[in-house]
């Protein structure tokens, strides 16, 4: 997958400005950068959920998306969350549930798990849709600090099991290193994305 982007903005405010940005499965980036500064933005480009921007996005890569809000159906119980968003067999699903610490709690709903467990049914989600690049947009942000460190874990265990690509976008530069990936800044006005 690779981003050539001449400039997104909204309205008359240009909010991001010329970057390039490549990523291939195995291979991990976080995206580093004060609150407003474009993160989200940039991780919806590469999402492919907000198309009005300047530049080109290319590649077949397979992409899931991890939330900071998991963003559950919350009529469904655990299982059926995975099974309608990604069309995955229930054998399958159930796997992933497993594969997070969830076995046992497939007939729940999402209001019946606490916030730790409703992250870990939606990072089930996005494995379940077999991804080449995981997109993750502050996903351990408001978890107490040990939840958030076993999340972070699961998140490096999984993504090396599965040879995934990662972008994550996040505050927190120590997320990034705990995550081995590589970190860019992004700053300045329209931003512009720096290597560490
Ligand atoms: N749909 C939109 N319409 C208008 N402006 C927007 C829209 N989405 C984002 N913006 C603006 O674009 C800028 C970048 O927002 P973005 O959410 O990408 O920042 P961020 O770095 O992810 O911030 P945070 O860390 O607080 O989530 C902000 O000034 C924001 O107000």
Excluded: Y
């Amino acid at each position: 997958m690779r981003l050539e982007l001449i400039s997104k903005g909204f309205g008359m405010r240009e909010v991001l400005g010329a970057l390039t940005l490549s990523l291939a499965r195995g291979e991990r980036l976080a995206v580093l950068g004060p609150s407003g500064i474009g993160k989200s933005t940039l991780l919806r480009i590469l999402a492919g959920l907000d198309t009005e921007f300047r530049g080109t996005l290319t590649g077949d890569a397979r992409r899931a998306v991890v939330f900071q809000e998991p963003v559950l159906l919350p009529w469904r119980d655990a299982l059926a969350n995975i099974v309608i968003a990604t069309g995955c067999a229930p054998e399958l699903a159930r796997d992933w549930l497993a594969q997070v610490g969830l076995a046992g709690h497939e007939a729940k709903f999402p209001r019946q798990l606490s916030l730790g467990q409703q992250r870990r049914l939606a990072l089930a989600r996005a494995f379940a849709a077999a991804p080449d690049i995981l997109l993750m947009d502050e996903p351990f942000a408001s978890l107490d600090g040990e939840t958030a460190a076993r999340m972070v874990a699961l998140t490096d265990a999984l993504l090396t099991r599965t040879g995934a690509g990662l972008l994550l976008v996040t505050h927190a530069p120590d997320e990034a290193r705990a995550l081995n990936a590589q970190a860019w800044h992004l700053s300045g006005q329209p931003a512009r994305l720096q290597k560490d």
